[in-house]
């Protein structure tokens, strides 16, 4: 069961069955379904779509319009962390690694508010949006890569050398561990 499964299964929870579709939020949750990363199966008029949507939103960090969907998106994410950590523990109980792993992904997804391809230098606030794409679209570079970087090299590498030492000094806030193993 992969990410997408894992989040069909968080809408089609009891909890979200009484969450109404409202006429004057469909066209914006039409809009989000066309926004959202992960793709959707279902009709627009279930109430499991627009949780599944909300919860991609949420992570997403996409601005809403309506207080109604507003109020419901509050609703699904205080509702995320504590039904996705019980579906972890299920999955990990009956020995199922992968999907126990994936649920956990998910999990982090939701509280830190960021999909796993999305930079660790997100958590920062004042990186400007740009520089983050930037670093996102460079895939072949791993975080060891820009860990050993030096903040003029992290500078061309973004092309924009005025940030070059910023986010080395973010870079190397995040913890870092070797380890080594002889058996």
Request: proline share 5%; glycine share 4%; hydrophobic share 45%.
């Given at each position: 069961?992969?990410?997408?499964?894992?989040?069909?299964?968080?809408?089609?929870?009891?909890?979200?069955k009484?969450?109404?579709?409202?006429e004057?939020?469909?066209?914006?949750?039409?809009?989000?379904?066309?926004?959202?990363?992960?793709?959707?199966?279902?009709?627009?008029?279930?109430?499991?779509?627009?949780?599944?949507?909300?919860?991609?939103?949420?992570?997403?960090?996409?601005?809403l319009d309506?207080?109604?969907?507003?109020?419901?998106?509050?609703?699904?994410?205080?509702?995320?962390?504590?039904?996705?950590?019980?579906?972890?523990?299920l999955?990990?109980?009956?020995?199922?690694?992968?999907?126990?792993?994936?649920?956990l992904?998910?999990?982090?997804?939701?509280?830190?508010?960021?999909?796993?391809?999305?930079?660790?230098?997100?958590?920062?606030?004042?990186?400007?949006?740009?520089?983050?794409?930037?670093?996102?679209?460079?895939?072949?570079f791993?975080?060891?890569?820009?860990?050993?970087?030096?903040?003029?090299?992290?500078?061309?590498?973004?092309?924009?050398?005025?940030?070059?030492?910023?986010?080395?000094?973010?870079?190397?806030?995040?913890?870092?561990?070797?380890?080594?193993?002889?058996?």
């Amino acid at each position: 069961m992969g990410i997408i499964e894992l989040i069909r299964v968080f809408a089609l929870s009891a909890e979200f069955k009484y969450i109404p579709i409202r006429e004057e939020e469909k066209v914006e949750v039409q809009k989000l379904l066309e926004m959202v990363p992960i793709p959707v199966k279902g009709s627009q008029d279930e109430p499991s779509t627009k949780v599944n949507i909300l919860l991609q939103a949420y992570i997403s960090r996409f601005k809403l319009d309506g207080f109604a969907l507003n109020a419901d998106m509050v609703y699904v994410t205080q509702s995320a962390s504590r039904i996705l950590r019980g579906l972890f523990e299920l999955f990990l109980k009956r020995g199922w690694a992968n999907v126990a792993e994936n649920a956990l992904s998910l999990c982090k997804m939701v509280d830190k508010r960021m999909w796993n391809c999305m930079t660790p230098l997100r958590q920062f606030k004042g990186v400007p949006e740009e520089i983050l794409r930037r670093i996102e679209k460079k895939e072949q570079f791993t975080w060891d890569h820009y860990y050993n970087l030096n903040a003029q090299q992290i500078g061309e590498l973004i092309k924009f050398p005025k940030l070059g030492k910023p986010l080395h000094k973010m870079i190397h806030q995040f913890p870092r561990i070797e380890l080594n193993a002889y058996v």
